[in-house]
Nanobody
Framework: QLHYVESGGGSVQPGKSLRLSCTTS????????MGWFRQAPGKEREGVAL????????KYIDSVKGRFTISRDNSRETVYLQMNSLKPEDTAVYYC??????????????????WGQGTQVTVSS
């Protein structure tokens, strides 16, 4: 079973923070370009942030710039998404996955492995 494992979601009030973690089952993510994605109810999954294998290139969608930070610790085989100043519109199921390149934020299927279950983030007062 080659898939991603996300954790760290929860229910928080607007303005609060969460840190998501992503690891893998059955393979290493050390050499992969990794991204975080989210899918809100009734909407398509969208790319949120990506990071290359050596953290040399990092990209975000405009709506999270300045609030979210993607990072990775290859020695721990883990990718993180620090989310600060959360807003209700950030409510979604968050997924991580590998990407074929750093030119496109959205993917249909992971470059390697299969989508995981995701982790629910709910921002509400």
């Amino acid at each position: 079973q080659l898939h991603y494992v996300e954790s760290g979601g929860g229910s928080v009030q607007p303005g609060k923070s969460l840190r998501l973690s992503c690891t893998t089952s059955g393979f290493s993510l050390r050499h992969l370009i990794m991204g975080w994605f989210r899918q809100a109810p009734g909407k398509e999954r969208e790319g949120v942030a990506l990071i290359t294998n050596a953290s040399g290139i990092i990209k975000y969608i405009d709506s999270v710039k300045g609030r979210f930070t993607i990072s990775r610790d290859n020695s721990r085989e883990t990718v993180y998404l620090q989310m600060n100043s959360l807003k209700p519109e950030d409510t979604a199921v968050y997924y991580c996955a590998s990407m074929p390149d750093f030119d496109h934020m959205d993917i249909t299927t992971p470059y390697f492995g299969n989508w995981g279950q995701g982790t629910q983030v709910t921002v509400s007062s």
